[in-house]
């Protein structure tokens, strides 16, 4: 299928149904809410696969995606397109500040030997378990014997690869990271040009990163961690799939281990396994 002019593309408009329908498959298969006001930035994301594909019309692009059962390939795309990616290196630096001050060395003298384990739930571009990454690696600075790994998930394999390749803009870098974790934690590239840093292979090496979708019925992680970050994401649920996020991420928080929401989201009357230490920052019972 292929339009014979390329001023078609641009004037390829999604409905109301079309993003009514659309709309309700992202919501049931991936919890986020799209309200009508979303309709135009959807439109304007996946007219850049309407292009690739050299599909004319929302029409038979729908019919692209939903044919056949669902095509899952070109599924995976439209959750990369719908993905809000916004993060920033030390956002809400109070949380670090905390993991810095007293949880890591709280385990420290409670789990000797153990592996400090870290989950960035809704990872993004990597900014944050890259964060993560830094902190526990100077904490490691001073105590050698720690050891520690950082796990991060996404829904968009797109933002994940970027993750892993740990390219980051000299915008994104400074002057969110302080001076001196530049120069020990990135690499600048030697092309001027470009201006871009890239994060040290050895911390790297200690962040994996995995594809998840939180509406999944259970998230096949085999690790329990000490530390949790979900932030600035159950702002995109509804609220009872919110509690329900949070119960199956619960199951891999060790007792005693923390969990760190972001500071426009409540965890108030839920029923989470979970005390409040203060405020966004809660502890597994």
């Known amino acids: 299928m292929v339009f014979n002019d ?53 029409e038979a692009y729908l019919a692209y995606v939903f044919g056949n059962n669902g095509n899952h390939s070109e599924i995976i795309h439209v959750f990369d397109a719908i993905s809000t990616n916004k993060t920033d290196f030390f956002r809400e630096p109070i949380h670090f500040s905390f993991l810095k001050d007293h949880v890591l060395p709280e385990f420290k003298e409670k789990r000797k030997g153990s592996i400090f384990k870290v989950w960035s739930a809704a990872c993004s571009s990597g900014e944050e378990p890259y964060t993560l990454a830094m902190c526990v690696n100077e904490f490691l600075g001073v105590n050698p014997s720690f050891d520690y790994s950082i796990f991060g998930t996404d829904i968009s394999t797109l933002i994940l690869k970027m993750a892993t390749n740990g390219v980051f803009t000299e915008e994104r870098v400074k002057p969110a990271v302080p001076a001196y974790l530049v120069q020990k934690y990135f690499m600048k590239n030697r092309d001027a040009i470009k201006r871009t840093f890239r994060i040290v292979p050895e911390l790297r090496a200690k962040v994996t990163f995995n594809r998840l979708n939180f509406m999944d019925e259970s998230y096949h992680i085999s690790s329990k961690f000490d530390v949790v970050f979900c932030r600035n994401v159950l702002i995109y649920f509804d609220r009872n799939i919110q509690e329900a996020v949070l119960q199956k991420i619960c199951r891999n928080l060790k007792p005693g281990g923390y969990l760190f929401h972001g500071h426009s989201e409540s965890l108030l009357g839920m029923d989470l396994p979970l005390k409040n230490v203060q405020p966004t920052i809660f502890q597994r019972i």
């Open 6 to 58: 390329i001023r078609d593309i641009y004037s390829a408009e999604l409905s109301n149904e079309q993003f009514a329908r659309l709309g309700a498959f992202i919501n049931r298969e991936t919890g986020i809410k799209m309200p009508p006001d979303k309709k135009i930035m959807v439109q304007a994301r996946l007219k850049k696969r309407l292009k690739e594909l050299s599909i004319p019309s929302f």
